[in-house]
């Protein structure tokens, strides 16, 4: 059974740093293009960022630059280092893997960014 889990959530001060992780398991994770999503209230789930199996890399302009993804498929994780962290990244954050029309979600973690 495939399973992925975020952790890594929270609340932070604007111009805070926080680390998201997405563990996998019941897949081959190197196999799989992984993303980020997130949601917040009243709005539309939006793609944030992603990585290749290859290990590229691609960002929403609206956190390019402040964000970084990576993953280790040995460890069969995903994280993303979030910086500089604005009010407007408030939302819940859900990590997606792909392979050819498999395609697996998390169940989302929380990222308040508020004074």
């Known amino acids: 059974q495939v399973q992925l889990v975020e952790s890594g959530g929270g609340l932070v001060q604007p111009g805070g740093s926080l680390r998201l992780s997405c563990t996998a398991s019941g897949v081959i994770l190197s196999n799989y293009y992984l993303d980020w999503y997130r949601q917040a209230p009243g709005k539309q789930r939006e793609w944030v960022a992603g990585i290749t199996t290859d290990g590229f890399t691609a960002y929403a302009d609206s956190v390019k630059g402040r964000f970084a993804i990576s993953r280790d498929n040995a460890k069969k994780l995903m994280s993303m280092q979030m910086s500089s962290l604005k009010p407007e990244d408030t939302a819940v954050y859900y990590c997606?893997?792909?392979?050819?029309?498999?395609?697996?979600w998390g169940q989302g973690t929380q990222v308040t960014v508020s004074s």
């Open positions: 997606k893997a792909k392979y050819r029309v498999l395609e697996y």
